[in-house]
């Protein structure tokens, strides 16, 4: 279907692009376009102003800032996997971007785009808020961050609001005695998740995050205190992810069951934990 008529308009600073998306009703940055341009041909969304981000070189370095890795929201999922920091700071960023969909999708895919859809099936928000990642969004009034956890909002809904611009991702680095991981059932080899679990620990303390169980991603704060501190194998990690699927209430749906997606979700997390405990040992 073609897409209905719509102004467009391409900043050449973050300021104006603010401005842009400020005085417009119904103006909506454009990024990738991997979702934006296909929601809009199917009429789910229709805004009247497109305020294409492209030229905003600024928002996409990738950097390391002191002890926080810094990633523009305009990073290309491409550019995460190809990215020296990235490897050095939090691979598991890279990993996750390798698994999403096919290189088109990953070349023109922004990581910014990515979160500020908030499909509930897609790999990083769950992946940001294990990481404790925080998000930089700049509107009419100034800057403003916002914690992973607070940034995911409801079923394609974020912090994001009308006029505000998500600038940038800041990450802790990881080093020594951290470890992340991640995993889950996708439909098919690259597609979007059924359930999935995102874990990462530093020097013992534990964040362990569901995926596709709820409108936003679920911390398993439970599981956390349970392997707060101690040893982890397959057995211990088991154990602290026990009863945890009934601690959930998932959406039913063609894809998979509540039941199957709660026994998806314990054995993501598992995974997922076992995954990070044994990057954390080096
Ligand atoms: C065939 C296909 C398969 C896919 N498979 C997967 C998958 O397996 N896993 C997965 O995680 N994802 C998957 N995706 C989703 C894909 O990762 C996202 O479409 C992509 O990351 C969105 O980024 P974008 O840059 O294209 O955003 P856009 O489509 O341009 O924008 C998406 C939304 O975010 C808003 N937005 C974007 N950037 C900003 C910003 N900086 N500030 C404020 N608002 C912003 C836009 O206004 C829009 O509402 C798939 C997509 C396709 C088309």
């Known amino acids: 279907m073609l897409l209905r008529e719509v102004s467009y308009a391409r900043p050449a600073t973050v300021d104006e692009a603010v401005t842009l998306l400020t005085e417009h009703d119904g103006a909506r940055a454009l990024a990738g376009g991997q979702t934006l341009v296909n929601v809009m041909k199917q009429r789910a969304a229709s805004p009247d102003v497109l305020v294409d981000l492209a030229g905003l070189d600024e928002l996409r370095t990738i950097s390391v800032s002191g002890s926080t890795l810094e990633i523009g929201a305009m990073a290309t999922l491409s550019s995460l996997i190809r990215s020296s920091e990235v490897e050095v700071t ?101 597609g979007t998740y059924i359930a999935s679990g995102a874990a990462s620990v530093v020097d013992g303390a534990w964040r362990v995050v569901l995926g596709c169980v709820a409108a936003v991603p679920v911390r398993a704060t439970a599981v956390e205190e349970r392997l707060a501190g101690g040893v982890v194998d397959e057995a211990s990690a088991r154990a602290a992810v026990e009863g945890l699927g009934a601690s959930l209430d998932p959406p039913s749906d063609v894809h998979a069951s509540a039941d199957y997606r709660r026994s998806l979700a314990e054995t993501s997390a598992v995974r997922a934990v076992l995954q990070a405990s044994e990057r954390a040992k080096g």
């Open 90 to 190: 939090r691979p598991i960023l890279a990993e996750v971007a390798a698994t999403v969909a096919d290189v088109q999708v990953r070349n023109r895919g922004t990581l910014g785009g990515n979160i500020c859809v908030n499909d509930p099936t897609n790999h990083f928000p769950p992946l940001l808020v294990a990481l404790g990642a925080t998000m930089t969004i700049r509107s009419a009034a100034g800057e403003r961050a916002v914690t992973a956890s607070d940034f995911f909002v409801g079923v394609f809904e974020t912090a994001v609001g009308e006029g505000d611009l998500l600038t940038r991702i800041s990450i802790p680095a990881g080093g020594k005695g951290a470890g992340d991981g991640m995993s889950g059932v996708t439909l098919g080899a690259h």
